[in-house]
Nanobody
Framework: QVQLVESGGGLVQPGGSLRLSCAAS????????LNWYRHNELVATITSDG??NYADAVKGRFTISRDNAENTVYLQMNSLKPEDTGVYYC?????????WGQGTRVTVSS
């Protein structure tokens, strides 16, 4: 059974930090490209080789990483802004399959 379970969302003040996690099971994690989306906007991606790319709006503030031993992908979010508010979804992609988590809500507000 395929599962991607996000956690780590919440309410944070502008300038604060959050770390999102996505724990995966039932997928070929080590060969997958892993992505974080905010609604339908791609925020960050990391390939199976560990190459990361980011949307311009989050460059220098967000860091995506993966732990293949733990089948988990992370999104470290620093210097958060109100416009970062939204539901963040984890996505696992290979040429054969694409899977999604249920999302975790991030609210940046004073």
């Amino acid at each position: 059974q395929v599962q991607l379970v996000e956690s780590g969302g919440g309410l944070v003040q502008p300038g604060g930090s959050l770390r999102l996690s996505c724990a995966a099971s039932g997928i070929a994690f080590s060969i997958a490209t892993l992505n974080w989306y905010r609604h339908n906007e791609l925020v960050a991606t990391i390939t199976s080789d560990g190459v990361a790319n980011y949307a311009d709006a989050v460059k220098g503030r967000f860091t995506i990483s993966r732990d293949n031993a733990e089948n988990t992908v992370y999104l470290q979010m620093n210097s958060l802004k109100p416009e970062d508010t939204g539901v963040y979804y984890c996505n696992s992609y290979t040429w054969q399959n694409s899977y999604w988590g249920q999302g975790t809500r991030v609210t940046v507000s004073s």
